[in-house]
């Protein structure tokens, strides 16, 4: 059993698989926390603010596919781990040379039933690499959260400036106006 807390990162769109992807996990791992998304857009944002441990990803998905997620993934955090699970390459070989160039492992949905099998050594490195860095990896998503809340925090300020603006022009337009019927009012 593994006992150090995980974070995860779940890439899915099918319920099913998603009740048996956490319940094989909850065999191996003590303690996992899951955050689940389904597209590209919600994918980031998770990203960015759940700062995962590890993402598990179906590589067929309604919006986009798994090198779609993969790619993203790497231009944020090139070390992040990153495990596809998926039924859509039946082909063993062609999907380890192919994905794992990039990914951290490969593990197809007809395994699902022992997925915890399958998972568990993935996993294991996983911990270990945290363990290695534990400091250093909790400071890092630690300041990981506070840039992405600062990123958020000045979105929402542009927006609230452009929005003030807009208020402000419509006053000053009401003055004018005020202004233009008062002089009107004046001359009559």
């Known amino acids: 059993m593994i006992t150090t807390p995980l974070r995860i990162l779940l890439v899915e769109d099918s319920e099913n698989d998603i009740s048996l992807i956490k319940k094989n996990i909850n065999k191996i791992v003590e303690t996992a ?31 986009c596919d798994g090198f779609e997620i993969l790619e993203l993934t790497r ?27 990039r990914a951290s492992g490969f593990i197809l949905k007809k395994h699902i039933h022992s997925l915890d099998e399958k998972l568990k050594p993935l996993l294991k ?29 000045l979105d929402n300020l542009h927006n609230d400036n452009e929005e003030q603006q807009g208020n402000i022009d419509t006053l000053k337009k009401n003055i004018e106006d005020y202004k233009s019927g008062k002089e009107d009012a004046e001359k009559s």
Request: net charge negative; proline share 5%; glycine share 2%.
């Open 125 to 153: 490195k996983v911990v270990y690499n945290m363990v290695v860095h534990d400091d250093l990896r909790e400071q890092i998503r630690k300041n990981k959260i506070a840039v992405n809340q600062i990123y958020n925090y």
């Open 33 to 63: 926390e899951f955050e689940v998304v389904d597209n590209l857009s919600g994918y980031q944002k998770k990203l960015l603010n759940f700062v995962p441990d590890v993402v598990i990803s179906d590589y067929n998905l309604p919006s």
């Open 75 to 101: 231009s944020i955090d090139p070390e992040m781990p990153f495990i596809f699970l998926t039924g859509t390459i039946e082909d063993e070989n062609l999907a380890a040379h192919t994905f794992l160039a």
